[in-house]
DNA sequence: TGAAATGTTGGGGCG
DNA sequence: ACGCCCCAACATTTC
């Protein structure tokens, strides 16, 4: 038992199935409760535009509801995430600090030299799995090395990795809470001055409370046709806990119990689950390979040599491109901070393999627009669409940016919702409109190169360039 | 969680 | 009735 301790909020904004807070609720007699804004250490994993926004809001739903607990989250933004602990630790008399563990390099080497300075003050500090289902170190190959390719790695989680246990929101009420000096949410200016920020949220639910609902009535209505409609981006059929879970709000462990013990058909579960293995084994990934973000995990691909052409890049980031399906996912990106994961992977093929440009480019574009931007699932994600990843598609998988929109938007509806100056095309030229008859778009009054570009680049020639220059690539 | 090129098969039209 | 061609449908290979 510890007289006063810190309960240290990071990426755990809630109260259900956090291990480091319902020991800390347990341990101790006095709780401080703190959320440290530390940008600068956090190097590539510095916040995202979009990110911020989400968090400044998931902040506000988490201080209210601790609140109506009479528990003060405390916000401070700081230089040094020590130094502000260091100062807190000596001011209120704590002994001891609690916090749940992340994996991003940059934050587990801060957080490392954390816990060995608060040690040598003579302050006790101890840390708790909660962000993952399992803990990277605990899940190797028979030689002892992390895995590299996913359908081993899911065997051997399935087969030898049992989950933790779940635990219980704590019981609030009988634990003393501080009220001490602190930053205002405000003060963080998580909010930045573009016009997208509210309407951007008006697209999803904040909060753990929320959260919840959202996921449970996710589980119970569109988890047994999960695997079938997660790939129609205009059909509500993915669970959307991405930014949820990046940020804590949710216990992933909590989701898999839900879907373990719902009604849905097995396979449809399966499916769901091991989409959520997807995201450990990115998280896996960039805590062995801690240059993912920046650096081709085959180095061999290090020798590409990308466009850099910035008209290409803004054509793509504004949803200019000429090609609907992908104009409408970047469109959606930009207005809600959220993508279906099918365009992204359309949208990501046709940046790479299309337009030439570097997946660091489009790791970067994401980093800063994505709700649910997390440092492990954006690169893995990039680096598998370029071929150059772990478990990777190979890299003459070239999407086809009108045959994707036909088979997964095939009424065009998705098209006509982001790319309104469309939707009167019909649906025989939705995903093509350069190939429209001239009668048609005059009908429409639809002039394209003015109204909407003409393609940027022809699909068919630049994957035959795509192809040759990989060839070149695996010759040298 | 590709697409395009190439190969194979089999039904039907037709001399 | 037969051979031939066409081509859609499907399978396999290649990038």
Not at 243 to 259: K, P, Y
Not at 309 to 331: C, E, F, S
């Amino acid at each position: 038992m510890s007289k006063a301790s810190i309960m240290w909020f990071r990426q755990d904004l809630r109260q259900d199935d956090n291990h480091a807070f319902y020991e800390a609720v347990k341990q101790s007699e006095k709780l401080l409760c703190v959320y440290i804004y530390a940008p600068g250490e956090l190097k590539e994993g510095a916040l995202g535009a979009a990110s911020k926004v989400w968090l400044h809001h998931s902040l506000k739903v988490f201080q209210e509801a601790l609140a109506e607990k009479s528990i003060e989250l405390h916000l401070f933004e700081s230089e040094s995430t020590l130094g502000t602990l260091k100062k807190l630790c000596k001011e209120h008399n704590i002994e001891k600090v609690f916090w749940n563990r992340l994996y991003e390099p940059a934050i587990v080497e801060r957080d490392k030299k954390i816990k060995a300075e608060l040690k040598g003050a003579g302050i006790q500090a101890e840390s708790f799995g909660g962000h993952l289902l399992w803990e990277p170190w605990d899940v190797k190959n028979k030689s002892g090395h992390p895995y590299l390719v996913y359908t081993p790695f899911w065997r051997e989680c399935m087969r030898s990795h049992s989950l933790r246990e779940l635990k219980a929101a704590p019981k609030l009420s009988t634990i003393k809470s501080f009220k001490v000096p602190c930053d205002r949410l405000d003060d963080l200016a998580l909010l930045p001055s573009r016009e997208w920020k509210d309407s951007m949220m008006e697209s999803w639910h904040v909060g753990e409370e929320q959260v919840r609902k959202r996921t449970k009535s996710f589980i119970s209505k569109h988890l047994k046709d999960y695997s079938e409609l997660r790939n129609h981006p205009n059909v509500d059929g993915t669970s959307q806990i991405s930014m949820a879970l990046h940020f804590g709000e949710l216990s992933v462990r909590r989701v898999w119990d839900w879907v373990e013990s719902s009604k849905a058909p097995a396979p449809a579960c399966e499916v769901f689950l091991k989409e959520l293995t997807w995201r450990e084994f990115a998280q896996h990934l960039l805590f062995h390979f801690p240059h993912m973000p920046k650096r081709p995990l085959k180095s061999e691909f290090a020798k590409f040599s990308w466009s850099k052409n910035k008209k290409y890049l803004q054509a793509w980031q504004k949803g200019m491109t000429g090609y609907p399906i992908v104009d409408a996912g970047m469109r959606q990106l930009w207005q809600t901070g959220w993508m279906h994961n099918r365009v992204r992977m359309i949208v990501a093929s046709f940046l790479i393999k299309d337009l030439f440009l570097s997946w660091q480019q489009g790791e970067r574009w994401f980093w800063d627009t994505l709700v649910d931007a997390d440092l492990a699932s954006n690169s893995m994600g990039w680096q598998w669409c370029a071929g150059s990843g772990a478990d990777a598609a190979p890299f003459f998988r070239i999407f086809n940016p009108t045959l994707q929109g036909e088979r997964f938007d095939s009424q065009g509806e998705y098209v006509r919702r982001w790319v309104p100056e469309l939707s009167k095309l019909p649906k025989k030229w939705i995903h093509k409109p350069w190939l429209a008859d001239k009668k048609i778009l005059e009908k429409i009054n639809l002039s394209l190169g003015k109204d909407y570009p003409l393609p940027i680049v022809d699909h068919s020639a630049a994957r035959e360039k795509a192809l040759s220059e990989y060839k070149n690539l695996s010759k040298k």
